[in-house]
C-alpha cells in the first residue's frame, strides 16, 4: 500500500517536472533556489558563519603548513626539495578544495538515510544527486578555493615554470581533473551507506586520506601502500605526475614523462564508476520505513 | 502539560550540587555499554585510522631518514609509535568528539538533563570516561596492533613509562572532555555550533601535535603553545611519554602540566555551564 502510494507521488511529480522543464535555466532554478536559501540560513547564525570560514581556510593552509614543518627539519623528502613538493601540495590541496565546496557535503549521506530524510528527496520532481550537493553545499568555504588558487601560484612561482601553451594548459586542467578524481571519490565512499549505514568513518579514509596522500610525493610511500592509493584509485594523477610533466622531470618510479596527462581520462573514467556505483545504490535502497 | 512540568521543577528544584561515586560509576557503564553497540561504526573508524597510521607512518619515516635517521630527536622507530599511537588516541580522547551536547541545546533537549539530581558536567564526564574505556579496547588497541606487526616500533623500555603513559591518556582524556565541553556549550550563545566545532578540531589537530610532532617547530613557539594552550595536553604530552621522546624528570613535568590543564578545562566547562544555564531559552513547549 505504501509502496502504490509513493509511486504515485513520484509519477505526479515526473509530470509536474516534464511540464516544468522548459529551457536549461528553468532546470537549474530550483537548485539556486535551494542554494541560495542554503545560503541565507548559514548567514543567519553570523558569529558561527564567520569562525567556520576562517577556520576553513586555515585548515586548507595547514596540509601546506605542514609541508612548510616537515621541510623545517629535513632539506629533502621523499628525492624532492621543498619548492616541487609544495608544487604537489598546491596542486592538491586546490584539487581537494574545489571537489569539498561542491560535493563534500555528500558525506552526510549516511545520516540523511538513517532519518529517513532521504525519502522526501526522492519525492520530490528534481534529480536526487544535484539536491543532496545543494541542500547543505558548504558555500563559506568558497574561500578555500580562491585560497588554493593563490598559493598554487607562488608555489607555480616558486618552482620556475617554463610557461608554454602546454603548461597553461596544463595548469588549469589538472586541479579541474583532480577536483573531479576526488568528487567522484566523495560520491562512491558515500553510498556505501546504501548498503552499510553504520558505515561511520569509512569514507574518510578515502577522502581525507586521499588528500594526505596526494599532498606528498610518492616515492615516500612503501611499495603496497603506494600502489593501492597511487595507482588503484589514481592519486597519483591528481598532483605528483602533472606537476613532474610540468616540471620536466622524470618520475623516479618508471612512469613515462606523459604521464601527467593521464589525470585527465583517469577523472572521466572514476566519475563514469562514480555515477554507475551511485545508480546501482539509489537502485538498491529501500527505505528505512517509519 | 509542559508548563506544569517546569513549574513543578520550579519550585523544587533538583540537588545538582554534588554527585554520588555509586552514580559516576553506572553512568561510566552506560557511557562503554552504549558505545559498545555501535560495532560496525567501531569497525569503520579503526579501518580510518588504520589508512591514516600508514600514510603518516610513511611520511615520517620518509622525513626520518632524509633527515639522517633522528629528527628533533625522534628515532624513526619512536615515530612509528608515535604516529599509531597518536592514531589510537584519536578516538580514545575523542578529539573530533560529537556535537551532541551541541544539538542538545540547540534543540532544548538540555533540559531533560537539567532536570536530572546530577550535576550535567560530572555526569558527561563519567559517561565520556565509559567511551573512552571502550574505545581503548578497541579503536586504539587495533591500530596500535597493525602498526606494531607492519612497522619497526618502539616500545617503551623503562618500566616507569608505562603507569606514567597509562596515567597521561587518562588526563589526556578529561582535558580533552572539557575542551569539546566548552566548544559544545558555545552553543548556549550561538546556537549554530559549526563555527566553534571547525575551530576546535582545527586547533587541536594542528596545535596537539596530530599532523606533526610539534617538536618539529622552532623551540619558543613549541613551549609557548605546551605552557599556554590545552592542545600539547591532549595528544603531543601522552604521544612524547610512550615513545620515550621525554623521559625522568621531563616526562613527569609534562604529565604534571597535563593535570592542570585537566582541571583547568574541567573547571572552565562547569564555569560556561552555569553561565550557559542562564542564557538558556527553551523553545516551543
Given at each position: 500500500m505504501n509502496i502504490d502510494w509513493s509511486c504515485r507521488v513520484v509519477e505526479a511529480a515526473e509530470l509536474a517536472a516534464?511540464?516544468?522543464?522548459?529551457?536549461?535555466?528553468?532546470?537549474?532554478?530550483?537548485?539556486?533556489?535551494?542554494?541560495?536559501?542554503?545560503?541565507?540560513?548559514?548567514?543567519?547564525?553570523?558569529?558561527?558563519?564567520?569562525?567556520?570560514?576562517?577556520?576553513?581556510?586555515?585548515?586548507?593552509?595547514?596540509?601546506?603548513?605542514?609541508?612548510?614543518?616537515?621541510?623545517?627539519?629535513?632539506s629533502v623528502l621523499g628525492g624532492f626539495a621543498f619548492r616541487d613538493a609544495f608544487f604537489m601540495s598546491a596542486i592538491a590541496s586546490l584539487s581537494f578544495s574545489l571537489a569539498d565546496v561542491i560535493v563534500g557535503s555528500i558525506e552526510q549521506l549516511r545520516l540523511i538515510i538513517r532519518s529517513g530524510q532521504l525519502d522526501s528527496l526522492l519525492v520530490r520532481p528534481l534529480s536526487l544527486l544535484p539536491q543532496l550537493v545543494s541542500i547543505d553545499m558548504q558555500t563559506r568555504r568558497v574561500g578555500r578555493v580562491l585560497e588554493g588558487v593563490a598559493v598554487l601560484g607562488v608555489a607555480a612561482g616558486l618552482v620556475h615554470l617554463r610557461w608554454s601553451a602546454q603548461t597553461v594548459a596544463m595548469i588549469i586542467l589538472t586541479p579541474i581533473a583532480g577536483a573531479a578524481l576526488f568528487a567522484a571519490i566523495f560520491v562512491m565512499?558515500?553510498?556505501?551507506?546504501?548498503?552499510?549505514?553504520?558505515?561511520?568513518?569509512?569514507?574518510?579514509?578515502?577522502?581525507?586520506?586521499?588528500?594526505?596522500?596526494?599532498?606528498?610525493?610518492?616515492?615516500?610511500?612503501?611499495?603496497?601502500?603506494?600502489?593501492?592509493f597511487a595507482i588503484g584509485l589514481g592519486f597519483a594523477f591528481i598532483a605528483y605526475y602533472p606537476a613532474l610533466t610540468m616540471l620536466g622531470r622524470a618520475d623516479p618510479l618508471g612512469l613515462p614523462d606523459w604521464a601527467g596527462w593521464l589525470s585527465i581520462p583517469i577523472a572521466a573514467l572514476a566519475c563514469g564508476a562514480a555515477g554507475f556505483v551511485w545508480r546501482t545504490g539509489v537502485r538498491h535502497y529501500r527505505s528505512t520505513g517509519s | 502539560m509542559l508548563p506544569s512540568i517546569t513549574a513543578t521543577a520550579a519550585r523544587r528544584p533538583a540537588d545538582r550540587s554534588h554527585i554520588h561515586l555509586q552514580t559516576f560509576v553506572v553512568l561510566a557503564k552506560t557511557g562503554f555499554r552504549r558505545y559498545s553497540t555501535y560495532r560496525q561504526a567501531t569497525l569503520a573508524g579503526i579501518f580510518t585510522n588504520t589508512v591514516f597510521g600508514f600514510l603518516r607512518c610513511y611520511v615520517m619515516l620518509a622525513v626520518a631518514s632524509s633527515a639522517g635517521g633522528t629528527v628533533a630527536g625522534y628515532g624513526g622507530a619512536q615515530l612509528v609509535s608515535y604516529v599509531w599511537v597518536g592514531q589510537g588516541m584519536i578516538a580514545t580522547i575523542g578529539i573530533w568528539g560529537d556535537t551532541e551536547l551541541g544539538s542538545r541545546i540547540r534543540t532544548g533537549a538540555i533540559v531533560s538533563d537539567l532536570l536530572r539530581p546530577v550535576p550535567p558536567v560530572p555526569a558527561y564526564l563519567a559517561a565520556d570516561l565509559g567511551r573512552a574505556a571502550f574505545s581503548l579496547l578497541t579503536r586504539f588497541a587495533a591500530p596500535v596492533a597493525v602498526g606494531a606487526i607492519a612497522f619497526d616500533f618502539y616500545l617503551p623500555r623503562r618500566v616507569a613509562t608505562y603507569p606514567l603513559?597509562?596515567?597521561?591518556?587518562?588526563?589526556?582524556?578529561?582535558?580533552?572532555?572539557?575542551?569539546?565541553?566548552?566548544?559544545?556549550?558555545?552553543?548556549y550563545?550561538?546556537?549554530?555550533?559549526?563555527?566553534?566545532?571547525?575551530?576546535?578540531?582545527?586547533?587541536?589537530?594542528?596545535?596537539?601535535?596530530?599532523?606533526?610532532p610539534l617538536r618539529f617547530l622552532p623551540d619558543w613557539l613549541a613551549t609557548t603553545l605546551w605552557i599556554a594552550t590545552p592542545f600539547p595536553s591532549l595528544l603531543q604530552t601522552p604521544l612524547d611519554v610512550i615513545s620515550e621522546r621525554s623521559t625522568g624528570a621531563n616526562a613527569v613535568g609534562l604529565v604534571a602540566l597535563q593535570a592542570v590543564w585537566a582541571v583547568a578545562m574541567v573547571a572552565l566547562a562547569a564555569a560556561v555551564q552555569r553561565r550557559g544555564e542562564h542564557r538558556l531559552v527553551v523553545q516551543g513547549g
Open positions: 516534464t511540464r516544468g522543464a522548459g529551457t536549461r535555466g528553468e532546470r537549474f532554478r530550483p537548485y539556486q533556489r535551494i542554494l541560495r536559501a542554503q545560503v541565507r540560513a548559514q548567514l543567519s547564525y553570523r558569529t558561527s558563519f564567520w569562525i567556520d570560514a576562517v577556520s576553513g581556510m586555515t585548515f586548507t593552509a595547514m596540509d601546506l603548513v605542514t609541508v612548510l614543518v616537515l621541510f623545517n627539519v629535513t565512499t558515500a553510498t556505501v551507506a546504501f548498503w552499510w549505514i553504520d558505515s561511520g568513518e569509512f569514507g574518510s579514509g578515502f577522502t581525507y586520506g586521499g588528500r594526505d596522500f596526494t599532498n606528498y610525493p610518492m616515492t615516500v610511500y612503501g611499495q603496497f601502500f603506494r600502489r593501492v | 603513559g597509562a596515567l597521561s591518556i587518562v588526563l589526556a582524556v578529561i582535558a580533552c572532555f572539557g575542551c569539546r565541553y566548552v566548544v559544545n556549550a558555545a552553543a550563545w550561538l546556537l549554530d555550533g559549526r563555527g566553534p566545532q571547525a575551530a576546535w578540531s582545527l586547533a587541536c589537530s594542528v596545535l596537539g601535535g596530530l599532523y606533526f
